[in-house]
Structures are given as structure tokens and as C-alpha cells.
């Protein structure tokens, strides 16, 4: 099973290349950021901004590919941003990610003065942008080091079916559609909620023409997020066996804040390799 980290950019930049540097030697296939311009939930700490930071990240990292999970609709335009994955791609040497979400954390739009758009709207927005992305990558070509892995971020069953018809991976995580992170759901809701999810992406991609089995399935694992005292190997194990065992062949987890808390990182990255 691959195994990803999300290191949220919420300190100075030694310590976050520190932080890339330590996952990268523990064997993570990939390192993901957040792009938002703010902590959504605690906006009055540090914060880095997305691509620029993923270009050092870049050098940082010698096996990990790196990407944002998940580029924010709100805040990027589609031409920039794969000049920007592509950009990533070469310098990482053919490690760069792309993953598209929908955005909608309030204090982007705040922050940024864009009107916050309505749930109808952002879908709307997204059914363009998705594709856009997708037809711009394709459009360019490879360049020297291949092209990009595209992974749609999608919850609800519109949003899945542009990562049936488009992405190379879909990516979810255990929160009904349309709350936000604070929402909690049990283990075993959420495995239901992940199955139900992929049940519905592997409809549309026959739909669309396509084996599902060529769509990757990644879940971001939240709860590492709001409990940092989960990430032991036992617990992290028996998730991810459970959601390996439905389907999920990407098991993201959040690198703790507590930095002293990422020794056991280690132990559960070869216990997900395992799987």
C-alpha cells in the first residue's frame, strides 16, 4: 500500500524541511501540503504558501514525489497551475503530484476577498475546472520527465464522476458531503462511507468507458489530524487493512505537530508497505 504524509506548512521553513526531509528517509511515497492561505482552523499561526513551498520540497525530497492535496479551486487558475505541475515535475526529476479539490474553506475566500459561491456554484466551477486541467495536461504533451499523476479530490457523487471520466486517482476522506474536517464519524462509518464512495466511482468510470481498476483510490486518514495520539503502528495497521481491504491503495496520514510524535512514523510507513 502506498503511504503518503500531509505536513501542514505551519512553521518556519527549517523545520518544515526537516519535517519533508525525515518522511522522505522513512520511505513516505509521497509528501503532500495543504493549499489555503491560511490555516483554516487555527489561522493565527505560520503559514507557507502551497507551490512555492513545494518547489523546495522538490529538492528536499530524493524518492518521495510531492504534490498538494488538494489544489484549491478557489485559488488557482487552471493554465497557471499546470505550468506549475509541470514546472514541479522537471525539477523534482518526474516526482510532482496534482490533486484538484473544490476548495470552500470560508477563510480562503475571506482572505483573498473572492464572494464566497454557494454550494451549486462551486460544483459548477469544479465541472469546468477538472476537465480544463485534464485537457491542458494532456494538450502539452509529456515533457522530459513524463507528465504529472492527476488526482481529483471528490466527495459527492457529481465531483466522483469527474475522477471516473478524468484522474489518473480519486482521493476521500471520512467526512460526509458538504461538512467540514470537524465533523466526526466512527472507524466504521467511515470505512462504510469510503465503500459507498467507491462503489460510485467504479460505476461511473464503467459509464465512462474506463477500468476502474487504472483509477487509483486514496484516503486521507483525518482522524490523525484532530487525534495525533492514533499514529501508532497497531492503530494505523489495523485502519489501513480496512480500508486496503475495500479498495484504498493510498493511505495518507497527517505528520503530527508535535514533532517529538514522528519517531514511530517510521514503523507504520513499513507496516503500510506491508500491506
Given at each position: 500500500?502506498r503511504?503518503g504524509?500531509?505536513?501542514?506548512?505551519?512553521?518556519?521553513?527549517?523545520q518544515?524541511?526537516?519535517?519533508a526531509?525525515?518522511?522522505?528517509?522513512?520511505?513516505?511515497?509521497?509528501?503532500?501540503?495543504?493549499?489555503h492561505v491560511a490555516?483554516?482552523y487555527?489561522?493565527?499561526?505560520p503559514?507557507s504558501?502551497?507551490?512555492?513551498?513545494?518547489?523546495?520540497?522538490?529538492?528536499?525530497?530524493?524518492?518521495?514525489?510531492v504534490?498538494a492535496?488538494?489544489?484549491s479551486?478557489?485559488?488557482?487558475?487552471?493554465?497557471?497551475?499546470?505550468?506549475a505541475?509541470?514546472?514541479?515535475?522537471?525539477?523534482?526529476?518526474?516526482?510532482?503530484?496534482?490533486?484538484?479539490?473544490?476548495?470552500?474553506?470560508?477563510?480562503?475566500?475571506e482572505?483573498?476577498?473572492?464572494?464566497?459561491?454557494?454550494?451549486?456554484?462551486?460544483?459548477?466551477?469544479?465541472?469546468?475546472?477538472?476537465?480544463?486541467?485534464?485537457?491542458m495536461?494532456?494538450?502539452?504533451?509529456?515533457?522530459?520527465?513524463?507528465?504529472?499523476?492527476?488526482?481529483?479530490?471528490a466527495?459527492?457523487?457529481?465531483?466522483?464522476t469527474?475522477?471516473a471520466r478524468?484522474?489518473d486517482?480519486?482521493n476521500?476522506y471520512g467526512?460526509?458531503?458538504?461538512?467540514?474536517?470537524t465533523?466526526r464519524?466512527t472507524?466504521?462509518?467511515?470505512?462504510?462511507?469510503f465503500r459507498e464512495?467507491?462503489?460510485?466511482?467504479?460505476h461511473?468510470?464503467?459509464?465512462?468507458?474506463?477500468d476502474?481498476?487504472?483509477?487509483?483510490?486514496?484516503?486521507t486518514?483525518?482522524?490523525?489530524y484532530?487525534e495525533?495520539e492514533?499514529?501508532?503502528?497497531?492503530?494505523?495497521?489495523?485502519?489501513?487493512?480496512?480500508?486496503?481491504?475495500?479498495?484504498a491503495?493510498?493511505?495518507?496520514?497527517?505528520?503530527?505537530?508535535?514533532?517529538s510524535?514522528?519517531?514511530r512514523?517510521?514503523?507504520?510507513?513499513?507496516?503500510?508497505?506491508?500491506?
Amino acid at each position: 500500500m502506498r503511504a503518503g504524509v500531509l505536513i501542514l506548512q505551519d512553521a518556519p521553513w527549517a523545520q518544515l524541511r526537516a519535517r519533508a526531509a525525515g518522511a522522505d528517509e522513512m520511505g513516505f511515497d509521497t509528501v503532500w501540503v495543504a493549499d489555503h492561505v491560511a490555516e483554516p482552523y487555527r489561522p493565527g499561526v505560520p503559514w507557507s504558501e502551497a507551490w512555492t513551498l513545494l518547489g523546495a520540497l522538490a529538492v528536499t525530497c530524493r524518492h518521495a514525489t510531492v504534490g498538494a492535496l488538494t489544489s484549491s479551486l478557489t485559488l488557482r487558475n487552471p493554465a497557471l497551475l499546470v505550468l506549475a505541475a509541470q514546472t514541479l515535475h522537471d525539477i523534482s526529476g518526474g516526482r510532482a503530484e496534482l490533486a484538484l479539490g473544490a476548495g470552500g474553506a470560508p477563510l480562503d475566500h475571506e482572505l483573498t476577498g473572492i464572494p464566497a459561491w454557494s454550494p451549486s456554484e462551486r460544483a459548477e466551477r469544479f465541472a469546468e475546472f477538472v476537465p480544463a486541467v485534464a485537457r491542458m495536461l494532456k494538450e502539452a504533451g509529456p515533457g522530459p520527465a513524463g507528465a504529472p499523476r492527476l488526482t481529483v479530490g471528490a466527495l459527492g457523487p457529481r465531483s466522483i464522476t469527474l475522477a471516473a471520466r478524468h484522474a489518473d486517482a480519486w482521493n476521500s476522506y471520512g467526512v460526509p458531503t458538504g461538512k467540514r474536517l470537524t465533523t466526526r464519524l466512527t472507524h466504521e462509518e467511515a470505512l462504510a462511507l469510503f465503500r459507498e464512495r467507491a462503489r460510485r466511482l467504479e460505476h461511473a468510470c464503467v459509464e465512462a468507458g474506463r477500468d476502474p481498476a487504472t483509477v487509483g483510490k486514496s484516503y486521507t486518514w483525518v482522524e490523525s489530524y484532530a487525534e495525533p495520539e492514533l499514529l501508532d503502528v497497531a492503530t494505523c495497521t489495523r485502519v489501513a487493512r480496512d480500508f486496503r481491504n475495500s479498495g484504498a491503495d493510498e493511505f495518507v496520514l497527517y505528520w503530527p505537530a508535535d514533532d517529538s510524535q514522528a519517531e514511530r512514523l517510521g514503523d507504520i510507513v513499513r507496516a503500510l508497505h506491508e500491506l
